[in-house]
C-alpha cells in the first residue's frame, strides 16, 4: 500500500508540472511565452497518448527551468489542431514565441524526445 501510495504521490507532483490549455487558452500560454513552450496535442481514445504521457511528464519535471510544457486534447479545441496542422497524435509541437522549432506525430522514444529537447533548449 505505501509503495503505491508514494508512487501516486510522485506522479501528481509531476503532472502539476504540465499544464492543460484550451484553444482560449493558446496564445497566451504559448505564443507569448517568456521560454519555449513544448505542447502535447493528445486524445483520450488513443492508446500511443498512454504511452507518450509519462516521458511528456518526464521532461516537464527534468526541463522545468527552462521548458514550459501544456498538453492539449484534440477533440475540443479544434482551431489550434487545425491551425498547427495536427493530423495525428500523439503529437509535440516546441514553440518559441510564434515560431514551431520541432513538429513530431507518432510515439517517440524518451531518447528521442530528450535529444530534440536538449538540441533546441542548449542553444537558448
Known amino acids: 500500500m505505501c509503495a503505491n501510495f508514494d508512487r501516486h504521490l510522485m506522479e501528481t507532483a509531476m503532472s502539476k508540472a504540465v499544464i492543460t490549455i ?5 496564445e497566451t ?3 507569448k511565452a517568456e521560454q519555449p513552450v513544448l ?3 493528445w486524445a483520450s481514445w488513443c492508446g500511443p497518448c498512454q504511452l507518450m504521457s509519462p516521458l511528456i511528464n518526464s521532461a516537464a519535471t527534468k526541463y522545468s527551468d527552462r521548458l ?3 498538453k492539449m486534447e484534440i477533440d475540443p479545441n479544434p482551431l489550434t489542431v487545425k491551425q498547427y496542422q495536427v493530423e495525428g497524435v500523439p503529437a509535440l509541437r516546441l514553440f518559441q514565441g510564434q515560431e514551431v522549432l520541432i513538429s513530431t506525430e507518432g510515439v517517440i522514444g524518451k ?3 530528450l ?3 536538449d538540441t533546441h533548449l542548449n542553444r537558448n
Open 22 to 26: 484550451t484553444d482560449a487558452e493558446f
Open 29 to 31: 500560454e504559448v505564443l
Open 39 to 41: 505542447v502535447y496535442f
Open 68 to 70: 514550459k510544457v501544456v
Open 111 to 113: 531518447d528521442k524526445l
Open 115 to 117: 535529444e530534440l529537447l
